[in-house]
């Protein structure tokens, strides 16, 4: 994988702080996720490289194209995100998963009981993934395929992966509400209001992160909001845990 060490990540970070004085006139650039229109102008950000916000299965994202390098330094430059710390990406399908991650060995009734939903599920990166700033410390790859229609039809309409990670500041709460993540609005393309997503703080958890890399083994990640699920169907499908 191509070096990254002498990139210098803090100018974009510098970029996007002279702008955050313009929050409060930021408003047009809110879309309603009910409306057709929406997915047009979602599709529209991801296409000039900016980062947007939107509504998840769990909690409000930011997003981006996954194979754009420019795209992904802006995602951690806006999150405050250590660009050795990784993002998963979200597609559209088990289709899609297999193209960009190496799953040859998961077999589709798995994948089917664990997808869509919160889970994300840690695999090698396929070579169609080749953006040199997305997770540079590792070969793998997390991937999502949220239970969520909008992000879901995004994916389908944009036929690209998303780099997807929380709607916040790094090491700040997850968002349930736009409002929560109103500091980050100067320096994103759009933000997509799907309305409250939730009313408790256990509404908050991400998903449940699962390294299923190696045939046959798996290691818990992050426990996530479906760990009781995932170790069922883990279970149910004699998947031992690695030790």
Same mark, same amino acid.
């Given at each position: 994988?191509? @070096?990254?060490?002498?990139?210098?990540?803090?100018?974009?970070?510098?970029?996007?702080?002279?702008?955050?004085?313009?929050?409060?006139?930021?408003?047009?650039?809110?879309?309603?996720?009910?409306?057709?229109?929406?997915?047009?102008?979602?599709?529209?950000?991801?296409?000039?490289?900016?980062?947007?916000?939107?509504?998840?299965?769990?909690?409000?994202?930011?997003?981006?194209?996954?194979n754009?390098?420019?795209?992904?330094?802006?995602?951690?430059?806006?999150?405050?995100?250590?660009?050795? =710390?990784? !993002?998963?990406?979200?597609?559209?399908?088990?289709?899609?998963?297999?193209?960009?991650?190496?799953?040859?060995?998961?077999?589709?009734?798995?994948?089917?009981?664990?997808?869509?939903?919160?889970?994300?599920? !840690?695999?090698?990166?396929?070579?169609?993934?080749?953006?040199?700033?997305?997770?540079?410390?590792?070969?793998?790859?997390g991937?999502?395929?949220?239970?969520?229609?909008?992000?879901?039809?995004?994916?389908? =309409?944009?036929?690209?992966?998303?780099?997807?990670?929380?709607?916040?500041?790094?090491?700040?709460?997850?968002?349930?509400?736009?409002?929560?993540?109103?500091?980050?609005?100067?320096?994103?393309?759009?933000?997509?209001?799907?309305?409250?997503?939730?009313?408790?703080?256990?509404?908050?958890?991400?998903?449940? !992160?699962?390294?299923? @890399?190696?045939?046959?083994?798996?290691?818990?990640?992050?426990e996530g909001?479906?760990? =009781?699920?995932?170790?069922?169907?883990?279970?149910?499908?004699?998947i031992?845990?690695?030790?």
């Open positions: 994988m191509t @070096s990254i060490k002498n990139i210098n990540f803090n100018k974009f970070s510098n970029y996007y702080k002279q702008f955050h004085h313009f929050a409060g006139k930021m408003v047009e650039k809110i879309y309603q996720t009910s409306l057709t229109a929406a997915l047009d102008s979602a599709k529209h950000c991801l296409d000039k490289g900016d980062v947007i916000a939107l509504p998840t299965d769990t909690v409000y994202g930011l997003a981006c194209s996954a754009n390098e420019k795209a992904i330094q802006k995602l951690y430059a806006i999150k405050g995100r250590d660009f050795h =710390k990784p !993002v998963a990406i979200c597609v559209k399908d088990i289709e899609s998963l297999r193209h960009w991650g190496q799953a040859e060995h998961i077999n589709d009734v798995l994948l089917e009981h664990l997808l869509p939903g919160p889970i994300t599920i !840690v695999i090698e990166r396929s070579a169609n993934l080749n953006n040199r700033f997305l997770n540079p410390s590792t070969s793998k790859i991937i999502r395929i949220p239970d969520f229609d909008f992000i879901k039809n995004l994916c389908d =309409k944009f036929d690209q992966p998303l780099a997807l990670t929380s709607a916040n500041k790094s090491a700040e709460q997850s968002s349930l509400n736009i409002q929560e993540f109103e500091c980050l609005w100067p320096h994103l393309g759009g933000i997509f209001d799907g309305g409250q997503l939730g009313v408790t703080e256990e509404c908050r958890s991400a998903s449940t !992160v699962i390294d299923l @890399s190696l045939p046959g083994r798996y290691k818990i990640v992050r909001i479906a760990l =009781k699920r995932t170790l069922s169907i883990m279970e149910s499908f004699n031992k845990p690695l030790l």
